[in-house]
């Protein structure tokens, strides 16, 4: 079965730091990722789409970056309202789009 | 400003049946795909079924095909899911999600509800 790993699954980060969360694929996927957002009791909210392009009205301490199999979504400078849940997922737009497992950035 | 607001959610009897609703504003609803997606504390995040602009063809995961049905109704800016058999491992927080790019489909989603909860228990 076709499987998003990421990793790790909870960071412990203090603001202003660089973090970097990374996200495989089980097998190739071009660059059709988003990654997402998630603040408890609320919805995900999307960042990132085809891997690396920022959706509109996200901050551009966001990027993201990646291809085939292995991609990653760093926070260049971590600001109080980042801590939250991260997923990334894969679409295409024909199958059913798979998400990561998550993780979670925590105040160290 | 992009609007969904689900409805229909609440606690079901194994085998019984329950049909969500999502209303939309705020876009030209007609011209894109939409999605449910659900999320439990076990499973993360999982699509469960999506549709395109004119109800030409929909899309299910595999655990809750022959079971659950998408449509959605354009002139009422309305998305719908009738989910039939419903088993314990239904049981999540139902999101509708739209699509990101009109007309064709992507299954990446700008805009979220904010997530109606299905309790399937007897």
């Known amino acids: 079965d076709f499987q998003m790993t990421q990793s790790p699954s909870t960071l412990s980060a203090s603001v202003g730091d660089r973090v970097t969360i990374t996200c495989r694929a089980s097998q190739s996927i071009g660059t059709w990722l988003a990654w997402y957002q998630q603040k408890p009791g609320k919805a995900p909210n999307l960042l990132i789409y085809?891997?690396?392009s920022l959706e509109s009205g996200v901050p551009s301490r966001f990027s993201g970056s990646g291809s085939g199999t292995e991609f990653t979504l760093t926070i260049s400078s971590l600001q109080p309202d980042d801590f939250a849940s991260y997923y990334c997922q894969h679409y295409n737009g024909y199958s059913p789009a798979t998400f990561g497992q998550g993780t979670k950035l925590e105040i160290k | 400003e992009v609007q969904l607001a689900e409805s229909g959610g609440g606690l079901v009897q194994p085998g019984r049946s329950l049909r969500l609703s999502c209303a939309a504003s705020g876009f030209t609803f007609s011209n894109y795909a939409m999605h449910w997606v659900r999320q439990t504390p076990g499973k993360g995040l999982e699509w469960v079924s999506g549709i395109n602009w004119n109800s030409g063809n929909m899309g299910y995961a595999d655990s809750v095909k022959g079971r659950f049905t998408i449509s959605r109704d354009n002139a009422k800016n309305s998305l719908y899911l009738q989910m039939n058999s419903l088993r314990a491992e239904d049981t999540a927080l139902y999101y509708c999600a739209k699509d990101a790019v009109a007309a064709t489909g992507t299954f990446y989603f700008d805009s979220w509800g904010q997530g109606i909860l299905v309790t399937v228990s007897s």
């Open positions: 085809k891997a690396s």
